[in-house]
């Protein structure tokens, strides 16, 4: 089936700090959807893209689908940026996602 | 804000007891969808619905019924619990453009 593989698995940033997550699909998928979950163990939607970049805050995503990847990038975090960070992909229109496994993101004084 | 309330936030069964899991939306969205999500993995798909009254299997539907009574609820429901369904579950609704999850509901079958 279709796979969507994540990486790192695990990031340790120092406040003030950036870096990027990246997901790679093994299929053209159509969208690709980034989320987080936060200590309480809600999902929070950050981006939807169907093709190019988007920007939100320190937050920033790229999707090249002909390429098959996507990324996220993180600029100057701060300790609430904490969390787990999942990609996921549709390959159709349907809504049914491929999730990633996830990156555990923790971010230090 | 789309909202998406699933109920219990927790619950402990036994092996082999029935478990039904609910999730609620107004957002008056068509699909809904279940998913269940283990440590160290990504959430995978249970069980989904394009309106009341249609359930469709997921990637991994096996040990799971669903039921969407209304537009409003979805319903999970494990007939016979076993220990390897012990997971954290996530209800969401949505557009073709995003999904809002649930809180999650994490259940132990012991």
């Known amino acids: 089936g279709d796979q969507v593989e994540q990486s790192p698995s695990a990031l340790s940033l120092h406040e003030g700090t950036g870096s990027a997550l990246r997901c790679n699909f093994t299929t053209t998928m159509r969208a690709v959807q980034w989320f987080r979950k936060n200590s309480r163990g809600s999902l929070i939607n950050l981006f939807y893209?169907?093709?190019g970049t988007k920007e939100n805050g320190r937050l920033k995503s790229a999707f090249d689908s002909k390429e098959r990847y996507s990324t996220l990038h993180i600029r100057d975090a701060q300790l609430e940026d904490s969390g787990t960070y999942f990609c996921?992909?549709?390959?159709?229109?349907?809504?049914?996602?491929?999730f990633g496994d996830g990156t555990v993101l923790t971010v230090k004084p | 804000e789309a909202a998406v309330t699933q109920s219990p936030r927790n619950k402990v069964a036994v092996t082999g007891g029935k478990v039904t899991l609910s999730c609620n939306q107004t957002?008056?969205?068509?699909?809904m969808y279940w998913y269940r999500q283990d440590t160290g993995h990504g959430l995978r798909l249970i069980h989904y619905?394009?309106?009341?009254?249609?359930?469709e299997k997921g990637d991994i539907p096996d040990g799971y019924k669903a039921s969407r009574p209304s537009q409003e609820n979805f319903s999970l429901i494990l007939e016979l619990a076993t220990p390897s369904q012990t997971s954290v579950y996530f209800c969401?609704?949505?557009?073709?453009?995003?999904?809002?999850f649930g809180a999650g509901t994490r259940l132990s079958v012991l």
């Open positions: 893209l169907a093709s």
């Open positions: 969401a609704s949505g557009t073709g453009d995003t999904l809002y």
């Open positions: 619905s394009y309106g009341a009254g249609s359930t």
């Open positions: 996921a992909a549709e390959r159709t229109n349907t809504g049914k996602l491929t």
């Open positions: 957002n008056n969205h068509n699909n």
